[in-house]
């Protein structure tokens, strides 16, 4: 982010004014995360949850993991109160009329399974439409833990928990920004509020890191998918949708489910660049256009190569410019199969694509590295 917006940021812990009518957003207060170009590793999408909560009376923890932005309706009260679109506890008091207030220890916590696991690069903690009844900071923690471990052996002393934020007060009405730097692969979290109120929305952006036994049983699988580990690295036009989207577990359900880019008034072409989850063997691609149909690319090709871009490594054309028709998904087999490490789809001359597929296997050298990195990152 710009030092202006960094000065923004760092200025808006605090209470928000009351509602005073009109376009709720228009007093919320953001700022542009960089980290937020990484994958959502708690997308409802790749599988994540909200596995349990200590208190949950106003609001119900699941609303954490919800798409959407947080909505707001002045006027839907509930036989409990307010309701609000959002993860809200109760008030804690102290223990006596002498001592009415919590302790500094006191706080609220939900645990969050992540969909994929992986290295945690920053973390949103939104407030919308919580102007004061926020909480006074918050903290977050994470763990790694094989299998499906229930609540109670996460909060049990089996868990080790790793503080990834450290409490901090945030802004109420807010997106509140934390940039992490723990270099650790995480499969839960920990959110606390000190000492209670609520959270609308939760974000946690970061790298996924596959397990590398799960990957070497498949055998074939997609070396490209979010899931699996694979990433956008770049892309040519993002202006209806996130490229992200082409690489998201299942078919796409609705148009804004895909990749589309805005329409060229020139000669020129689109594109995304991704990275796989290792060097790999591709053998077999998809390329599907569900849910678009008078804005599905025309055309499309695949490239592939071996190395960064660091290495000098050149593009090779493994699937040559070749009809798209809407709506419709398109499989290849290639007649020889394709060693890479990135691959990258041109559409022409632009529209969008909603998945891209690229099926194989690692190859020896990918399998070492991904096992290696798995073993640094404590998996």
Not at 271 to 281: N, T
């Amino acid at each position: 982010m710009t030092a202006q917006q960094q000065s923004e940021w760092t200025g808006f812990t605090g209470d928000a004014d009351p509602y005073g009518g009109g376009d709720p957003y228009a007093d919320y207060r953001t700022a542009d995360f960089p980290f937020t170009r990484y994958t959502d590793l708690a997308d409802r999408r790749l599988g994540a949850g909200v596995i349990a909560a200590g208190d949950e009376f106003f609001a119900q923890r699941e609303n954490l993991l919800v798409p959407e932005r947080a909505e707001f309706d002045p006027e839907h009260f509930g036989h409990k109160g307010k309701v609000m679109d959002g993860w809200e506890t109760r008030r804690r008091r102290g223990a006596s009329a002498e001592h009415p207030w919590p302790t500094a220890e006191d706080h609220d916590w939900a645990l969050v399974r992540l969909g994929a696991p992986g290295v945690v690069r920053g973390i949103v903690v939104d407030t919308a439409h919580f102007r004061g009844n926020y909480p006074q900071a918050v903290s977050v923690e994470g763990t790694s833990v094989p299998g499906s471990p229930s609540p109670e052996q996460l909060l049990s002393d089996e868990a080790k928990w790793t503080t990834l934020v450290p409490r901090t007060p945030v802004a109420g009405h807010a997106a509140n920004g934390f940039a992490v730097s723990v270099e650790q692969r995480v499969t839960h979290l920990r959110l606390n509020q000190h000492p209670d109120g609520g959270v609308a929305r939760l974000r946690v952006y970061g790298e996924v890191v596959p397990d590398p036994a799960w990957l070497a049983v498949l055998g074939t699988l997609d070396v490209v998918a979010l899931e699996n580990g694979g990433q956008v690295e770049d892309a040519s036009n993002l202006f209806y949708s996130p490229a992200t989207n082409t690489i998201q577990p299942g078919r796409s359900r609705t148009m804004d489910d895909g990749w589309e880019t805005r329409r060229r008034r020139d000669r020129g072409n689109d594109w995304i660049r991704y990275r796989l989850v290792a060097q790999s063997q591709i053998r077999a691609i998809e390329i599907d256009t569900a849910c678009l149909k008078g804005n599905a690319a025309g055309w499309a090709s695949v490239s592939v190569r071996d190395g960064g871009d660091d290495d000098g490594a050149a593009w090779r054309e493994i699937l040559p410019r070749t009809r798209l028709q809407p709506d419709t998904n398109h499989r290849f087999v290639l007649p020889v199969p394709a060693v890479g490490t990135h691959a990258r789809v041109d559409i022409y001359p632009d529209g969008g694509i909603s998945r891209l597929r690229l099926y194989g296997s690692l190859t020896q050298e990918g399998a070492t590295r991904l096992a290696a990195r798995h073993q640094e990152l404590g998996g």
